[in-house]
């Protein structure tokens, strides 16, 4: 099953890469308004998600928006906006569970990947603590564990065919955060398309 998903989601994944703020982190070049700007289109994207998720995989640890709040609310940014994405992303079973959670703990891993970034971008130098891209390991614990999980699942060929679908739309919910959410400046976020 995760062969599958991955091979099946690979394209979109290359897709929601790029044009990602995260890319100016692994340049080093981003400024400090892209970072609140990045923080704020992850939150949104991992609490809609995390919490559909939830309601289908009790064992699903939904901590990476709790982290994101708190360096928003570091930064001084409103993130209340999320609400308003809610209605573009859900989940109805537990197999499309499985496939919102294959990316959604797959991105985390990235994410430890930038955080090794972080403290060479000059502009970030004066935040004191990173939740978020902080390079806690917990991340990788997070992707063994669904691993394990998806392993000792039984799949009939339409739970399978759902967790694809699922994870394809995850990405999709993801891009269409990624693309519709722009700052203003530090306190004022709006989405590009109401």
């Known amino acids: 099953m995760l062969e599958r998903l991955r091979e099946e989601t690979k394209e979109l994944h290359r897709e929601i890469e790029k044009g990602n703020l995260a890319e100016f982190i692994l340049s080093h070049t981003i400024t400090r308004d892209q970072y609140k700007l990045l923080l704020l289109q992850n939150y949104i994207a991992y609490s809609v998600t995390e919490g559909q998720i939830k309601v289908f995989l009790v064992e699903f640890p939904a901590d990476k928006c709790e982290q994101l709040q708190k ?25 499309e569970a499985i496939g919102a959670a294959y990316v959604v703990e797959g991105s985390s891993l990235g994410g430890m990947m930038i955080s090794q970034q972080i403290a060479k971008c000059p502009s970030l130098s004066e ?12 991340a990788v614990n997070g992707w ?9 699942e039984t799949f009939s060929a339409s739970e399978e065919e759902q967790a694809v679908q699922k994870a394809r739309e995850t ?24």
């Open 144 to 152: 063994k564990q669904f691993c394990k999980m998806v392993k000792k």
């Open 171 to 194: 990405f999709q919910f993801f891009g269409k955060v990624f693309s519709e959410v722009k700052l203003l400046t530090p306190s004022e976020v709006i989405p590009v398309n109401k």
């Open 71 to 95: 360096d928003l609310e570091g930064e001084g940014v409103d993130y209340s906006i999320a609400k308003n994405f809610q209605k573009y992303f859900s989940i109805n079973n537990r197999a």
């Open 127 to 138: 935040i004191e603590k990173h939740h978020f891209f902080s390079g806690n390991r917990q």
